[in-house]
DNA sequence: CCGTATCCATTCCGATACTG
DNA sequence: CAGTATCGGAATGGATACGG
């Protein structure tokens, strides 16, 4: 994030280049709110917390890695609204990981005050479940990291 | 991670506390590195290639919020060597949906090398999916964070 | 309202040197 | 091997003042 890692962002390693785009403090909080339909900029400021230069530098690099993108503000005036990408909503699956584990090992027992749940039916949501293609569950030391042999999808 | 935040850290949303833990640009790398079997300081800084006293920091930050654990040495030498607590264990969905979500969407179609198979089969995972506690899939935009209304589990 | 520019404190990072 | 100590540079972060 701030010295350098430029060896570390060309990694091989998906972890470290998913990191290199919302691996640091704001990032990914930027996200969150903008997943739950705040758009303008003094609504990120004001619900973050966060200085404006901060703020400006954050939604610079994440329109520049296409997690955000500028649209005309949907209320007629002349500003700029910041609304999710695709890619950038595919980060969601992220954003309710890091829900869930914080939920579970960052709280006090009395203390959970919020939970994610359906828009539609007010259902919570179930626990993430890792598993493999043809559906076996697999606990944190299950798996490993291959060099791909991915089978082709096509044979040409 | 730098400045501040420590009003964030304590605020109620899960995020914010977990990112307070592994929001670094370092502590998940070392998680992953760690779930992967390293256990030695010189691995986690060979493998990471990052400086001694960083990695110490970041050593000694996990540590204290219960992610590692100081073990005696597996080998019989006197030193000690790091391993994942149960809280660090379940880091591993948060690990599992920053892979998917990089190889989606910051590595050029040509370009992946690695990826992600269980021990057992080498069978390749799945892409997680956000669901209900009734099962049904939830898309990026069709769930928000609500003050806890969770059914209470017990009724004393 | 939406930023940009500037200043300053803190932290992070890497490199190096040093100890046990 | 496993750190600790120290240094300097870079980036972050907060606050504030300023322009569109």
Chains 1, 2 share one sequence.
Do not use: H
Not at 32 to 53: C, T
Not at 61 to 76: F, N, T, W, Y
Not at 114 to 127: I, M, R, V
């Amino acid at each position: 994030m701030q010295g350098k890692k430029t060896e570390l962002s060309e990694s091989d390693c998906a972890i470290a280049r998913s990191l290199d785009v919302i691996g640091d403090w704001w990032s990914l909080l930027i996200v969150r709110d903008a997943r739950s339909g705040k758009r303008r900029f003094s609504e990120f400021q004001r619900n973050l917390g966060l200085a404006k230069n901060i703020l400006t530098t954050r939604l610079k690099k994440l329109v520049e890695r296409e997690i955000l993108e500028m649209a005309p503000a949907s209320d007629g005036s002349a500003f700029k609204e910041y609304v999710l990408t695709e890619k950038g909503e595919k980060l969601f699956v992220v954003i309710v990981a890091l829900w869930q584990w914080g939920e579970q090992t960052c709280f006090e027992p009395g203390e959970m005050r919020f939970t994610l749940a359906d828009n539609e039916l007010g259902e919570t949501l179930a626990p993430l479940e890792v598993r493999t293609q043809s559906g076996r569950k697999l606990g944190a030391l299950d798996f490993r990291m291959i060099e791909r042999e991915i089978a082709s999808e096509s044979k040409s």
